[in-house]
């Protein structure tokens, strides 16, 4: 008896989990749902099942906007809503006075992702709009995570330049920039160096939440004479007194200067190089200078040595300069200002170099310029 009674609850049980399984599957997820699953599956390593959960959320974005731009196309097609003209103020009225409910929530849906003012009050341009709408940059972005995670450059290359294009549809303030880094790297790793230089000026040129240039000290159109006077205060006056008169901490572009550094360096452009060298260098010491006075209220700066003593040489610090490959931009700003026949502040830059144990290789390639200055050939390319 009592077993029969068990079997007839399991038997219950499994019948309610079968039924509402089988509603799970007819649900679709939300597209956001199913972009943070597939984020899941991507850090656990498990890449055809987060494949799976982007292209999911793209399709179910894509099928929702589709839905409600069809909604729309249905109500405009309407012989009486044709009368009406683009006037989207009077097709609105008419949308609330005869309960269109499908094209009142496309609208609702709308006006929630574009500010209405934008649509200058054009129904024709809100049905575009819907159409924009589809693309999901965020899934096409890791969609080609996915792929760049499995060796297969070209495709993640793809899918990121997809996001790219969608960018004005990014609900995260600055992963367009991410998205550029991204495709610079792999242009990087392809070899593909006019493309690598090209999407790393795009990330100093291009357009910050300001309108103004990402980095408007480098790229404004009057900063020429602000850049002569920073580098012409190095070169003469020295590390100190640079620091004095110029602190500077837009962590955005600091990876964009530091590459393009590298590569003019390489490609033996030495002027150029000490150039975005140079605001690499003010940027990485403004954080760590910003640091110190976290740590110590009074904090002067005196000397690079006397930064780098004051923050001690905690895990977090040493775990930052290698990222940011602290001592080999210092090196090679040195490099190239003595390329450029500044070997004063040359040997300032290799002396502290030359003073690290910490800078590792760049410590002893330091101590041989010190010996004996020559221009140091860079072997490959960033």
């Not at 780098?308 to 930052?320: E, M, T």
């Amino acid at each position: 008896m009592f077993r029969g009674r068990v079997l007839r609850v399991f038997s219950a049980f499994l019948f309610f989990f079968m039924a509402t399984a089988g509603w799970a599957q007819q649900t679709v997820r939300p597209w956001w749902y199913s972009l943070e699953q597939g984020k899941l599956y991507f850090r656990g390593g498990t890449y055809g099942n987060a494949l799976m959960a982007f292209e999911d959320a793209r399709r179910a974005r894509e099928a929702r906007f589709a839905r409600m731009e069809q909604a729309m196309v249905q109500l405009l097609s309407n012989p009486e809503v044709r009368r009406l003209g683009d006037d989207l103020a009077l097709i609105e009225n008419y949308i609330s006075s005869h309960h269109q409910t499908e094209a009142a929530e496309a609208l609702s849906e709308l006006y929630y992702r574009i500010p209405k003012q934008s649509l200058g009050g054009s129904a024709n341009r809100a049905l575009n709009e819907l159409n924009r709408l589809k693309a999901y940059p965020e899934a096409e972005f890791w969609i080609g995570e996915v792929y760049r995670a499995e060796g297969e450059l070209a495709l993640a290359l793809g899918q990121y330049r997809k996001a790219y294009a969608s960018r004005g549809l990014l609900e995260s303030p600055g992963f367009d920039v991410e998205i550029l880094y991204k495709m610079a790297e792999l242009h990087r790793l392809r070899q593909e160096y006019q493309e690598m230089e090209n999407r790393a000026l795009d990330i100093l040129q291009g357009p910050g939440s300001d309108g103004k240039p990402r980095d408007s000290l480098w790229a404004g159109e009057s900063e020429g004479f602000t850049r002569a006077a920073m580098a012409r205060i190095l070169e003469n006056d020295g590390i100190s007194r640079f620091f004095a008169f110029y602190r500077y901490d837009n962590t955005q572009v600091e990876g964009a200067h530091r590459l393009l550094g590298f590569y003019y360096y390489a490609s033996s452009r030495h002027t150029q190089a000490a150039e975005h060298l140079m605001f690499s260098f003010l940027i990485q010491n403004t954080l760590l200078v910003n640091e110190a006075l976290r740590s110590q209220y009074d904090y002067t700066f005196t000397t690079l040595d006397n930064l780098l003593d004051s923050l001690g040489r905690r895990p977090d610090l040493i775990a930052w300069l290698d990222e940011t490959e602290y001592f080999r931009t210092i090196y090679y700003l040195g490099s190239a200002l003595y390329a450029s026949g500044k070997l004063v502040p040359a040997r300032q830059l290799w002396g502290f170099l030359a003073s690290r144990s910490e800078a590792g290789e760049w410590r002893g390639r330091a101590q041989g310029q010190l010996r004996s200055p020559y221009i140091d050939r860079a072997v490959e390319m960033p």
